[in-house]
């Protein structure tokens, strides 16, 4: 069956076979956006009822402290995007979620996820694959968050999938990510490559 060239449609199909049936729901309930470098998605304080997919591009979720904006997370192509408190709990988001890069993205909204899911048993089994990536990827930076050096911070996240965001991600994100002020995120990154 022609798919409309939806990428979240191919991109799950390659997760789990899903029927015909499910093809046409997703077709019907599936939107296409696009965001500039520096828009935002959602910001704290707003509801985020939508589950992104990231078609292309690269995004960071940040809270702001002391005047400072705290990065906890950065994500691009292939991954899904969406503010935790506010899609899961129906509550206003506690973080910002930024484009870093010109992006372009499918989303679901909340209700239809849920009506998906109580109709198509395929969509239960993704939605469990996919949460189970997602919780993986926090189980990663739980630990690099609690990981006291910011060498030893530095390994951990160069060993994880993590690694290529450093060709990708701007410095100051990175720094921030790892818990590092930029100068000694970059003088890390130097001693690194020598190695």
């Known amino acids: 069956m022609k798919t409309n060239h939806l990428y979240t449609i191919d991109l799950l199909n390659t997760i789990f076979p899903i029927s015909s ?31 992104f997919i990231l078609r292309e591009g690269l995004v960071r979720g940040y809270f702001n402290s002391g005047g400072k904006e705290i990065t906890t997370w950065i994500s691009c192509d292939r991954e899904l995007v969406t503010s935790i408190s506010g899609f899961f709990k129906r509550k206003p988001s506690v973080e910002n979620i930024q484009c870093l890069e010109d992006t372009s993205a499918e989303y679901l909204l909340y209700d239809d996820l849920k009506y998906g899911m109580e109709m198509f048993p395929e969509m239960v089994t993704l939605y469990r ?13 739980a630990f690099l968050a609690r990981i006291p050096g910011a060498m030893e911070r530095f390994r951990y996240f160069n060993s994880t999938y993590q690694r290529h965001l450093l060709k990708r991600a701007p410095y100051k994100y990175l720094a921030s ?16 490559k020598e190695e």
């Open 177 to 192: 990510l790892l818990a590092m002020r930029p100068e000694t995120f970059s003088r890390i990154l130097s001693e690194f």
């Open 129 to 141: 694959i996919l949460l189970e990536q997602y919780y993986i990827h926090a189980e990663d930076r």
């Open 21 to 51: 049936k499910l093809i046409e729901y997703l077709q019907a309930k599936l939107k296409f956006t696009k965001y500039k470098k520096g828009e935002h998605i959602c910001c704290s304080g707003e509801y985020c009822d939508k589950l």
